[in-house]
Nanobody, 114 residues
Framework: QVQFVESGGALVQAGGSLKLSCTISGTSFSSENIGWYRQVLGQQREFVARIGPGPSTLYVNTVKDRFTISRDDAKNTVFLQMNDLRPEDTAMYYC????????WGKGTQVTVSS
C-alpha cells in the first residue's frame, strides 16, 4: 500500500517562506515522477509541481520562480521550497505520484496572511 505523509505547513505572512516535505512508502520511489498538488476548500485539487527521476522539473505558471521541488531518494522524500508566498497560495498541500495513481495522504495546511 502506497502511503504519503506530508508535513511542514504553517501560517506565514505574505512574502515569507516555507519548506514542505513528503515521505512516500510502498513504491519504488527513485523511479517515480512525484508531484505536489494543492486544494482550496470547495475547489478542485490542482497541480503545483513535479519532479522526475532525472530529476527534471515542471511547475504551474503561478509558482514558477517562487517554488522549487527537490527529492532525496535515500530518504524517499520530496520537498517543496516555497518563497515569496502570497495569500493565493493558501491551500492544503498534498503529494502523489505524477500522474496521480494512488489515494491521498492527509496533506499539510499552508496559510498565507496578507
Amino acid at each position: 500500500q502506497v502511503q504519503f505523509v506530508e508535513s511542514g505547513g504553517a501560517l506565514v505572512q505574505a512574502g515569507g517562506s516555507l519548506k514542505l516535505s513528503c515521505t512516500i512508502s510502498g513504491t519504488s520511489f527513485s523511479s517515480e515522477n512525484i508531484g505536489w498538488y494543492r486544494q482550496v476548500l470547495g475547489q478542485q485539487r490542482e497541480f503545483v509541481a513535479r519532479i522526475g527521476p532525472g530529476p527534471s522539473t515542471l511547475y504551474v505558471n503561478t509558482v514558477k520562480d517562487r517554488f522549487t521541488i527537490s527529492r532525496d531518494d535515500a530518504k524517499n522524500t520530496v520537498f517543496l521550497q516555497m518563497n515569496d508566498l502570497r495569500p493565493e497560495d493558501t491551500a492544503m498541500y498534498y503529494c502523489n505520484i505524477y500522474p496521480i495513481k494512488y489515494g491521498w495522504g492527509k496533506g499539510t495546511q499552508v496559510t498565507v496572511s496578507s
